[in-house]
């Protein structure tokens, strides 16, 4: 509730909420991804198209999440759900990410979502 004023749309069956945030996030067939016309927290790196790509890519990547979510039913919390929320906000795997150049997407929980999300859309996913 706390994001809805933030823009809505139907995403391949799903709700897709474009908050301020920068990373993505899905609950079901609720899917909440960057904003493309927020670039405020946006590196300075990052040109207006790259950014737009980067915010698609996070769509079909937690619409992967969404897939997961439908195969594996209330399961999805307590498997993925909680791995993913672990590996993206724990500080200890960022940092083990950092010093190893360890990609986001190597977690099986996202790199099946890449997959899912890209196999179903035909569409590009994140890797970084």
Not at 97 to 110: A, G, H, L, M
Request: with cysteine; charged share 20%.
């Amino acid at each position: 509730m706390i994001f809805y004023k933030s823009p809505h749309d139907m995403y391949y069956g799903s709700i897709r909420t474009k908050w301020p945030l920068r990373g993505g996030i899905s609950l079901g067939l609720f899917i909440f991804t960057p904003n493309e016309q927020n670039m405020s927290s946006v590196s300075p790196i990052y040109s207006k198209e790259r950014w737009n790509d980067y915010c698609a890519q996070v769509s079909v990547h937690e619409y992967g999440h969404t897939v997961q979510s439908l195969i594996l039913g209330p399961l999805y919390l307590v498997t993925v759900g909680i791995v993913s929320l672990i590996w993206s906000r724990s500080g200890y795997f960022k940092q083990k990410r950092k010093e190893n150049c360890i990609p986001y997407s190597d977690c099986w929980t996202e790199k099946w979502a890449n997959s899912l999300g890209e196999k179903v859309l035909k569409e590009p996913s994140i890797h970084h």
